[in-house]
């Protein structure tokens, strides 16, 4: 993987898209419903990552959220509720978040472009983040934002564990950005097992190009995530 620090062309000449994947069910939040509805400062969660795909400066043409089927009626009151006018497009999910990835990248009818691939419940991905990113695939192709891990990493093995080189290490984010005709020819692919993200699905077509990412981009999944995405909201405003 290479990586980098600072963003490639600066003036974009390819359409810019984004599928926002939030097909969680709010088991581990505990909370009873699912967590991209739960509310941040007042607001979904949802609400608050799709703002961020709809700031003017990154030229997004499109964006589509993926749910699941019997979560649409839920989202369209949450709409009403929250007076949601910012453009896009629902698409219902699939069974795995790789036949949901599939799914909203069936919905887009353009040839061409960069798709970035974010998760609904990380609502802090910053403009420069993404930025970042969608500029980086127009010379890469595929990228993802990653940061280096903080704490010791250690490899469990047979007996015992050993040290890994943290400085070697990444942990990764999204958004996750690729040539759409890259991503669409990786995705005609049989799912595996070992596709943990869209990253996983098409470095065997092509190398991942990494950027720096953001500890703040953090994505909501226990209960503790949302007190600490609440507070860099807070800061962030």
């Known amino acids: 993987m290479n990586e980098s620090k600072s963003p490639s062309p600066q003036h974009p000449k390819a359409p810019r898209y984004a599928i926002l994947v939030a097909g969680g069910s709010g088991t581990r939040m505990g909370a009873g419903r699912p967590k991209q509805f739960l509310e941040l400062l007042g607001e979904p969660v949802l609400l608050h990552t799709l703002r961020r795909f709809a700031e003017a400066a990154l030229r997004v043409q499109e964006v589509i959220v993926v749910l699941p089927a019997d979560q649409f009626a839920t ?28 799914n909203g990248l069936a919905a887009l009818g353009t040839p061409e472009g960069i798709v970035a691939v974010h998760d609904g419940v990380r609502p802090l991905a910053s403009q420069e983040i993404i930025e970042r990113a969608y500029a980086a695939a127009e010379t890469y192709k595929a990228v993802v934002v990653a940061v280096t891990p903080k704490d010791s990493v250690r490899n469990l093995a ?43 699905v098409v470095e065997d077509l092509c190398p991942i190009h990494i950027v720096e990412g953001d500890y703040r981009n953090l994505k909501i999944t226990t209960p503790e995530d949302l007190i600490v995405a609440e507070a860099l909201l807070r800061s962030m405003q």
């Open 75 to 102: 989202w369209e009151q949450l709409r009403t509720d929250f007076r949601v006018t910012i453009p896009h497009r629902i698409v219902a999910g699939g069974d795995s978040r790789w036949a949901s990835v599939r």
């Open 158 to 200: 047979q007996r015992g564990s050993y040290a890994l080189n943290r400085s070697r290490l990444r942990l990764v984010q999204t958004p996750q950005c690729f040539d759409l005709d890259l991503l669409r020819r990786a995705y005609q692919l049989p799912e595996l097992p070992t596709f943990t993200d869209d990253a996983s």
